[in-house]
């Protein structure tokens, strides 16, 4: 499974990218190819959706972007590529807040959304959006994950990880974390 790709667009489609890593071409969906350039590098965070006859890549700017997208494809009846239309059209501010404040109306407005899947999502997702990406930078993921990284590279479990990730100094450079970490780990 992909969490992102780092790489240079070379291609604008209408409803998707071609970013280059590594000497290869991934096409990615997104709510909005033009907001990228051709030929600048991104990191574009990914979901890789697996099926039968096809595999697809469907990319955003934020991991925020991305967390919220997870959340929204859990409802029953609304699948990826009905999704992601909606950060074209709407911001994560606005469909957290239409969630949270029950606006039918405002959900609505997505293509395909009718308001029977409308107040499927507000039943499904409501009180359970506040903690999706606030106060996390996309710096500070990458740090998480390399930190990671590196302790399930020492033989720890992730089930012994999760919890001292969050009680690492991340203001530290990645050295000093993994002595934090591997002295909240030996305790």
Known sequence: MFDYIKGTV???KNNSI???AGGVGYLINVSNPYSFEVGKEYKVYVYQQIKEDEHL???FKTIQEKELFLKLISVKGLGPKMTLPMFAVGSIDGIMDAIERENILYLKKFPK???K?????VLDLKGKLEFIGVGISDDQVETENELKEVLLGLGYKEKEITP???RVDTSLPIEGQVKDALKLLLK
């Open 10 to 12: 070379t291609y604008l």
């Open 18 to 20: 071609v970013v280059e």
């Open 57 to 59: 890549l469907f990319g």
């Open 113 to 115: 959304i009718g308001e």
């Open 117 to 121: 899947l409308a107040k499927q999502i």
């Open 164 to 166: 001292v990730l969050a």
